[in-house]
């Protein structure tokens, strides 16, 4: 039974039948964890986002995977559309105060915004991110307790490709998908769990 980074080790060793990927088994995991955040969108992952512009911008957070949704923060709140940075400059190329933002771009580490901010708005909203890296000083997280199966097949199939284990690979590989689709009908059902349904006119 996984209950930890350490028993997770232990299960894929066990699951492999090897005993010699003591050290080849952490960097399976920590490559596992990155196709996970590569695969997947949970709301585990989601993080609230609220960060004041400062000189007409904001930095992307840490551990940062994808948006959500962004908005400006205010009595209304002004919902924020996504482009590229080319756009943005091409269609606001005044980059000094001009209004309140309706569109954001990311510009390596920092968002851009269209127009440019003419107050230090308050950018809110809900981002994907990554959890802490599992290790022996990060025990566990929300796919050890909840998904360790997930963690264990993608694990496994790192192992079987380093191994060069073509069945293996096939069979992890087969397993690692039939969990994700799994996780991924969840989360459907559970964004629309609660809702009544409407035929709406239009």
Known sequence: MITSYATLKTSIADYAHRTDLTA???????DAESRIY??????????AFSEA???GTVAVPSGFLEWKYLYVDGS????????DAEWIYTNYPTRSASGKPVYFAREAETLIFGPYPDSAYTIKGVYYKR???LSDSNTTNWFITDAPDLLR????AEAAFW???????????AKYQMIKSRLESTERKEAFSGSVLSVSRG
């Open 153 to 156: 097949y993608a694990a496994l």
């Open 24 to 30: 080849p088994i952490i960097e399976f995991i920590t």
């Open 38 to 47: 590569n695969d997947l969108r949970l709301r585990c992952m989601e993080t």
């Open 163 to 173: 191994t060069k284990d073509e069945r293996d690979m096939n069979t992890f590989e």
């Open 76 to 83: 209304t709140a002004q919902k924020l559309t996504r482009k």
């Open 53 to 55: 512009i400062a000189s």
């Open 131 to 133: 959890l802490a890296a």
